[in-house]
């Protein structure tokens, strides 16, 4: 079956740092990929998505390029800041099957100190 | 702005009390699911309704239930509810619409079991 293999945390960086989270999974079909952020007392908020290979999602100055041969979705940052400090959970949904159940990775914690 | 509401944010229950968590959503999505979410972890599908169709989980207890009175509603009910059922639940939508098949998540439910 589907699954989704993430960086296990926590990751603690200063600010300003370079973030990297990396991210693979294994789907038949052609999945679309995921990373979805999750505030302390929050829901899951969608991050960036890519639909097809080569896409690059990007928000908030984060970015994660979908890499068919590599099967990676790895999420960057150029410069985290404090308001960053969040769990981070890549996921894909196998949209060639015939259901549209998200399959997650088990999350990251990341702590930006000031 | 559309969004997914979940209420109430914060519930408090006696164990074994029938409890009752709602959503809503004004995004007009035909798909919707419930998950639990324990410490951080990644979230765990419970059921899921494609339009009036419910899906369940093969690993979700009886205890859980769900009603889907029309497009815009879905209720989460705990029969009885016991101590290992204190969680975050969340509520997602989804369209088979779109591209991506992307999942809009509301802010959850806090499930506290006294």
């Known amino acids: 079956g589907d699954s989704v293999t993430q960086m296990e945390g926590p990751v603690t960086l200063s600010e300003e740092a370079f973030l990297t989270i990396n991210c693979t999974y294994t789907?038949?079909?052609?999945?679309?990929l995921f990373w979805y952020v999750q505030y302390p007392g929050e829901g899951l908020q969608l991050l960036l998505k890519a639909t097809k290979a080569d896409d690059k999602g990007s928000n908030k100055g984060f970015e994660a390029t979908y890499r068919k041969e590599t099967t990676s979705f790895h999420l960057e940052k150029g410069s985290v800041q404090v308001s960053d400090s969040a769990v981070y959970f890549c996921?894909?949904?196998?949209?060639?099957?015939?259901?549209?159940?998200?399959?997650f990775g088990k999350g990251t914690l990341l702590t930006v100190n000031p | 702005d559309a969004m997914v509401i979940q209420n109430p944010r914060y519930q408090v229950t006696q164990f074994g009390k029938p409890v009752t968590l709602s959503c809503s959503q004004t995004?007009?999505?035909?798909?919707m699911y419930w998950y639990q979410q324990k410490s951080s972890q990644a979230p765990k599908l419970l059921f899921h309704y494609y339009d009036k169709d419910f899906n369940n989980e093969a690993d979700t207890p009886d205890n859980f239930q769900s009603r889907r009175p029309n497009t815009s509603f879905c209720f989460l009910d705990i029969r009885s509810p016991g101590l290992g059922d204190a969680a975050m639940y969340l509520c997602?939508?989804?369209?088979?619409?779109?591209?991506?098949?992307?999942?809009?998540f509301g802010p959850g439910t806090r499930l506290t079991v006294t």
């Open positions: 996921a894909l949904v196998n949209s060639g099957g015939s259901n549209y159940k998200l399959t």
């Open positions: 995004l007009n999505h035909n798909v």
């Open positions: 789907a038949t079909g052609y999945p679309s």
């Open positions: 997602a939508t989804s369209s088979d619409r779109g591209s991506g098949y992307e999942q809009y």
